[in-house]
């Protein structure tokens, strides 16, 4: 069974969505830790409801931004993560998480990348009068939101959206496609060949999330 360790940094929907995944049999994995950066995060009342242990870690407790995620890879190795899911993890992780897991970390992002990177991607959107926006699973690289894309899914933009109306929309296709593409992981089917994934098997639903139905 796939061991994830969750960085979360708020609320935690998706998170849940994850959690939800394995619950119902979904995904066949289990969450070793949730680390948070953010002690008030409601991420932290979803781990002690569902018994998933969790740590709070400060980047002030550490010298540096380089020893902060040493101390993260730390922990997540001592519990034998061995992939690692950013839920709304609101920082930019650093070289020493990443050399620790090279192409073992995921993140989700609410925006069809490499459109609309960095923070606020829906607002970004919004403000940029795009028709279409979405959601991208990505493994994470040294970059910001720049590594290879696993998954997209899109939603349309509607004249009268505002981010909050954009986020809703997209946050409901995030809660599908996370934990969609940890179970193409766990099931050993991605490969990463330069920037490019490839999903093995690929069948015909799989697409299914790259090209869904406008609502
Ligand atoms: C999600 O919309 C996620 O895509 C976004 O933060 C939200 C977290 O919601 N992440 C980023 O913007 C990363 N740069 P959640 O805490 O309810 O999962």
């Known amino acids: 069974m796939l061991k994830l360790g969750v960085l979360a940094s708020g609320r935690g929907s998706n998170f849940q969505a994850i959690i939800d995944s394995i619950e119902s049999g979904y995904l066949d ?10 002690p008030d995060a ?26 902060y995620y040493e101390a993260i890879a730390q922990e997540l ?6 992939l ?7 920082r930019v992780v650093k070289k ?15 925006a069809l990348l490499p459109s ?19 959601c991208t699973v990505h493994f994470v690289d040294e970059g910001v939101d720049t590594g290879p894309i696993i998954i997209q899914a899109a939603v349309p933009v509607y004249d009268d959206d505002t ?3 954009l986020s809703e929309r ?12 940890i179970k193409l992981f766990a099931e050993g089917r991605l490969s990463v060949e330069g920037r490019v994934v490839r999903i093995e098997g690929h069948k015909k639903e799989d697409f299914f999330f790259t090209n869904p139905p406008l609502e």
């Open 84 to 90: 690692v899911i950013l839920a709304g993890f609101m």
């Open 29 to 38: 994995a289990e969450v070793a830790v949730l680390i948070t950066d953010n």
């Open 116 to 134: 609309f990177p960095g923070l606020h991607g829906q607002r970004q959107a919004v403000e940029y009068g795009v028709k279409v926006s979405g």
């Open 42 to 67: 409601y991420a932290i009342k979803r781990a002690e409801k569902h018994g998933i242990p969790h740590l709070v870690m400060l980047p002030k407790e550490h010298p540096s931004k380089d020893a």
């Open 170 to 181: 997209i946050l409901r296709q995030e809660h599908r496609i996370f934990p969609y593409a």
């Open 163 to 165: 981010e909050e109306s």
């Open 96 to 110: 020493p998480l990443i050399d620790a897991y090279p192409m073992r970390i995921m993140n989700i992002h609410p």
């Open 77 to 82: 190795k001592k519990r034998e993560v061995e």
